[in-house]
Every structure is written in structure tokens, then in C-alpha cells.
């Protein structure tokens, strides 16, 4: 066997290696993690007593912890097209609530998109927490009272802003009498710390 004719079967043994070998990704790097989106977002609920006196006023929050590379637009959040956050709270006939009190907004400017102008918006990031409060009446029924919360919002990332997203929560409290004892609890929402009240 000549030296021409080795070189022609190293090629033919090259070239069908070559087609029997497993495909490979055109690329070694690992693939980027998909974009976090609106589920990524927690959103909880919270009393300041448990449980409650009749004749009494506590507090009630609504907690959203955005994940890091994330926010969520505020309440108000300066964009034109931007979905504001909004939280609607439904309580049982009797209970009185006060308006939904909500964090101001850290206003940064983002860039959604190459050759995009820069937009100002008003965002929440990490933790934030919106508060309203629950006055019960004297002569309201003792029991489990059920406090309904509707959370509307839209996270973004440093790029797009994912579909707007509604979360709803139901939040029951139990109503005792006046001489019951009652646990102020989650002060890290509140203010102070855990103690009871006779």
C-alpha cells in the first residue's frame, strides 16, 4: 500500500467519525437561566394582633418580596404605560377598613430595548410592604371574620416588564371579646415587638 492510498483511508476514517460522532451544541457555555417573571414575586398577608378584640383597631400588610434582577412597579408609577400596583381589599359586612396605604417608589431610569429613549420609573425592589387598618365594631360577632385581598402588579427586569399579574389572598382573623387576651405579632411589618395585651 502506497502512501497515497493511506492518506486517502485516514481521510475516509476521519470523515466517518466525523458523521458518527454525537451532535454537540454549537456553543460549551451553559445556557442562561430563564427570564424570572411575575410568579417569581411572593406576595403574603399579615395581621399585627391574633387574635382580635371586638371594639378594637389593628393593622393589616401586604408583603411582596421581588426577587434580586427584579421590580415592580408602585402604586404610582410615573411611566405612561406602565401598570401601577394596586391593592383592593374586600372585608366582611361590619368591618371597617381604612385605605390602602402604600411604600413610596425608588424612581430609576430605565432603557427597555436598544435605541430606546430613557423612561423614569417610580419601583419597588426587595421588600415592599403596604399597609391598611381593620376596626372592628363592640358588638360584632365573635368567630373567624375573613378578610379578602385582590394584589394587581407588574414586574419588570432591567429589559422588559412581563404580562401584569393579579394575586388573591384570603386572610382570616378570629374576633374575641373585650376581655380575651390578644397577641401583638409580625413587628417586623409593625413596628415593636411580641406582647400581650390582656
Known amino acids: ?3 497515497r492510498d493511506i492518506i486517502r483511508r485516514l481521510i475516509l ?20 437561566p430563564a427570564p424570572a417573571q ?24 401586604v408583603v411582596l418580596d421581588i426577587p434580586e434582577g427584579l421590580h415592580v412597579n408602585s402604586n404610582r408609577p410615573l411611566g405612561k404605560y406602565a401598570v401601577a400596583t394596586v391593592v383592593k381589599v374586600e372585608a366582611p359586612r361590619g368591618l371597617k377598613v381604612t385605605p390602602v ?6 424612581v430609576r ?11 423614569r420609573l417610580a ?10 387598618n381593620v376596626s372592628v365594631p363592640a358588638d360584632y360577632e365573635q368567630g373567624v371574620a375573613r378578610i379578602r385581598v385582590s394584589v394587581r402588579f407588574q414586574s419588570c427586569n432591567d429589559e422588559v416588564c412581563f404580562p401584569p399579574a393579579t394575586r388573591e389572598l384570603t386572610l382570616p382573623i378570629a374576633i374575641v371579646g373585650r376581655d380575651t387576651p390578644v397577641n401583638h405579632i409580625n413587628g417586623q411589618y ?8 390582656g
Open 1 to 3: 500500500m502506497n502512501q
Open 13 to 32: 476514517v476521519l470523515f466517518l467519525t466525523g458523521l458518527l460522532a454525537p451532535a454537540r451544541p454549537a456553543t460549551s457555555a451553559a445556557a442562561p
Open 38 to 61: 411575575s410568579s417569581a414575586v411572593g406576595v403574603n398577608g399579615f395581621f399585627s394582633v391574633d387574635p382580635a378584640q371586638q371594639g378594637s383597631t389593628f393593622q393589616a400588610a
Open 101 to 106: 396605604a402604600y411604600p413610596a417608589g425608588r
Open 109 to 119: 431610569a430605565f432603557r427597555f430595548g436598544e435605541g430606546t429613549p430613557e423612561e
Open 123 to 132: 419601583v419597588y425592589e426587595g421588600r415592599a410592604v403596604a399597609r391598611f
Open 190 to 197: 409593625f413596628g415593636g415587638g411580641r406582647r400581650r395585651r
